[in-house]
């Protein structure tokens, strides 16, 4: 008893230590926040980071199409983001004439910016507390059709702490957004899924574009006539740099934490989902990658597929790894048992009790979910299947059969292997005894299946035919029919309860420990994050300095490894080094400086957020974290996580000396 409770002790001295740099918090409320900012460096006032009633430095950021952030650098609309953000964008106006992908784009004048329909930023016009409201009775949707103004405005209203809060959130929402410039992907993909969530960093990760607006200046559909968009505010950069130990914020729209969750949650995610997911993973990325080393073109073919499957393949080790570490499991059942004998007699008893419950009758459903969306609906030809009304001969551009039936083949013993009988699908079962293996059914399957070549795919639209008897679509339409019927009900239910539940546990922690200050978990909605430049200890006698310059990525240059073979532009002026206006003096020598770190609390979703000195001046843009911080979803460690950001320096070098496209940076305000 008397350890358990030492152990108690000591973790809640930990908690409210963590809390320095831990935390995404909300701009409205950020006045509660302000005297810690300001002590650690922040010059400006609450007023300037978010207000109603005056242009503040949110007014310079957006939500960039539906998972990123970018932030506004000019008078005249121009924005950032990462070239990772605009990379889908970048792509779709690649071709093998114009490869702006390989060999970067760059807009010399307004009427060469591309177009990018369906692409859209959202301003916050601004956020509300409407609890209240809501407990009085209020309707969310009336809520919501008043704050639109007859359409002028996109609304939204967000549960935070699982519903103990209610927020309302009105957006201006700009749809015709053209693409200015994009480095290389040998520049803003460099390292590619090598460095990937790693540090030491060299990637130039941006890409410039421009919202576009009406005379009115009002949001408007692409039109060849519409005007540059006047924003109410845009960032003015340093280009002098941070050092460690200097205050930095990040300001953007980070997607998914769950830091208040039990112990169960995180057994779930280090003991179940994770290896899952991760060994099937690592079974489509060895065929894929394989596949490519044999050919060049597959290589390209595959690329975007690969980045994309590696990144949260990637991810989740890092994360498993850090939850090991930091025995998170471990430490929650501790602050659990704590938070029992605290609550003896009182409403929150037995919740983590309720909640471990539950999450146990969870367990099969979820596992059997993570073996549907990681396995079977994996195999692109099932994906297919699953919108064979939408499909067109375009999305078969980038597939090979061979390698989707080598992966479909992996998946399928897997799945068998490890999912329980009631999850099976009887025609499946069925086709699978008839067919005698995993291989021959996959033989069979793709044999027959109209959808599994862009040949058979339009020769059979062509005749008008449809694909109801397809066997494609009769194996997906097996698979949706158990998820519908057998998993779904109840993983909704299940999880309907746990919030509710979770509703009380929130209460509870909060009751307490009265002196917390409890950051709502990130859900896409704005939020500002705050810590130093900082370096970390990575190993047992490694230090990690905070900063990378162009002497680390030549030492990387190698032109025989895709991810390292950099633009001779670069290596050129290297070789002079003539790097302008942007070079810097570090350790007595000139360098460029790359990229950085600092200790801001951010997550998927913050990439393209604008990283900001204590005056508010953009100092570059984040786009990840390093390998031992991804854990930070779940359980952040002060000392080891990290957010990683280009230098706006190499930006604007990257910008005038290989782009040449320096009038750019003569329309922006530099300090
Ligand atoms: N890890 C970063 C994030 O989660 C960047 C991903 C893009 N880069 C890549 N090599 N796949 O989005
Ligand atoms: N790379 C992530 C993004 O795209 C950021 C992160 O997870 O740190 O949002």
């Known amino acids: 008893m008397k350890k358990l409770l030492t152990t108690a002790v000591a973790l809640c001295a930990a908690l409210s230590m963590a809390i320095a740099d831990e935390g995404m918090w909300l701009p409205c409320l950020i006045g509660e926040r302000i005297d810690d900012m300001r002590a650690k460096g922040f010059e400006l006032t609450a007023e300037d980071i978010y207000s109603v009633n005056q242009a503040a430095l949110k007014d310079a950021i957006v939500l960039f199409g539906r998972g990123c952030t970018g932030e506004l650098v000019s008078a005249e609309g121009l924005l950032l983001t990462n070239h990772h953000c605009g990379y889908g964008q970048i792509q779709s106006h690649s071709s093998v004439e114009h490869d702006y992908l390989t060999n970067g784009f760059w807009a010399m004048n307004r009427a060469e910016e591309l177009p990018n329909p369906g692409l859209t930023v959202s301003f916050l016009v601004r956020m509300e507390d ?25 609304t939204a209203i967000e549960s935070l702490y699982y519903n103990n809060k209610y927020y309302l959130f009105v957006y201006q929402v ?33 890409s410039v ?3 576009y607006a009406d005379k009115d200046n009002q949001p408007a559909d692409y039109a060849k006539d519409n ?29 998914t934490t769950r830091e208040y969750v039990t112990s169960d949650f995180v057994d779930y995610t280090l003991n179940h989902s994770n290896p899952a997911k991760i060994r099937l993973r690592t079974k489509r990325l060895d065929i894929i990658t394989a596949a490519q080393e044999a050919d060049p073109a597959v290589r390209i073919m595959y690329a975007s597929k690969h980045a994309s499957i590696a990144n949260a393949w990637k991810k989740w ?16 059942l501790a602050y659990e048992a704590e938070f029992e004998q605290w609550a003896a007699g009182s409403e929150y008893e037995g919740i983590t009790r309720k909640l471990h419950d539950k999450y146990s009758a969870l367990l099969p459903y979820a596992v059997a979910r993570d073996y549907f969306n990681e396995a079977v609906y994996a195999i692109e030809l099932v994906g297919f299947a699953g919108r064979v009304d939408k499909l067109s001969e375009a999305n078969y551009k980038d597939y090979s059969p061979a390698i989707d039936k080598a992966v479909a083949v992996e998946m399928f013993k897997d799945f068998n292997h490890n999912v329980a009988p009631e999850f099976v699908p009887q025609w499946y079962t069925a086709k699978l005894n008839e067919c005698g293996s995993e291989e021959a059914l996959v033989e069979w399957l793709f044999g027959q299946s109209a959808l599994a070549s862009k040949e058979s795919f339009a020769a059979v639209v062509a005749e008008g035919g449809n694909f109801d008897e397809d066997p494609a679509v009769l194996l997906r339409k097996a698979f949706d029919e158990v998820a519908r019927t057998m998993i779904a009900p109840h993983y909704t239910s299940l999880n309907r309860e746990i919030t509710e539940l979770y509703n009380v546990y929130m209460r509870g922690q909060m009751a307490h420990q009265s002196n917390r200050t409890f950051y709502p978990d990130a859900n896409l909605t704005l ?52 790097y302008g206006r942007w070079g810097i003096e570090r350790d007595g020598k000139l360098t460029l400086p790359v990229a950085f770190l600092a200790k801001n609390h951010t997550t998927g979703g913050n990439s393209g957020s604008p990283i900001l000195n204590s005056k508010g001046q953009l100092l570059g843009i984040n786009f990840d974290r390093t390998w031992l911080s991804t854990m930070s979803d779940l359980d952040y460690d002060a000392d080891i996580c990290r957010n990683i950001s280009v230098d706006i320096r190499y ?19 530099l300090d």
């Open 130 to 154: 409407v609890t209240d409201q809501i407990a009085a009775g209020a309707k969310p949707e009336d809520i919501r059709t008043a704050a639109a103004e007859g359409g002028k405005y996109s």
């Open 227 to 255: 005007v540059p968009y006047t924003p109410k505010r845009h960032f003015t950069i340093s280009t002098k740099g941070a050092e460690e130990g200097d205050f930095t914020f990040v300001y953007g729209f980070p997607g």
């Open 174 to 206: 700009y749809r015709d957004v053209r693409l200015v410039a994009a480095p290389p992907s040998s520049i803003g993909k460099f390292g590619g899924d090598t460095d990937n969530w790693m540090w030491p960093r060299h990637t130039g990760d941006f």
């Open 651 to 669: 930006v604007l070098f990257v910008i005038d000396k290989i782009g040449g496209a320096g009038y750019l940076i003569d329309e922006m305000t």
């Open 317 to 332: 080790q890092g994360e498993s790894l850090g939850l090991a570490r930091r025995k998170t499991v471990e430490k929650k």
């Open 527 to 578: 939020r500002v994050a705050y810590g130093s430049v900082a370096g970390y200890q990575a190993a047992d006698g490694v230090y990690h300095l905070p900063y990378t310059t162009i002497d680390g990525i030549i030492e990387k240059d190698n032109p025989e490894i895709y991810d390292y073979d950099i633009p001779q532009s670069l290596r050129d002026i290297y070789a002079s080094k003539d």
């Open 209 to 211: 574009f421009r919202i």
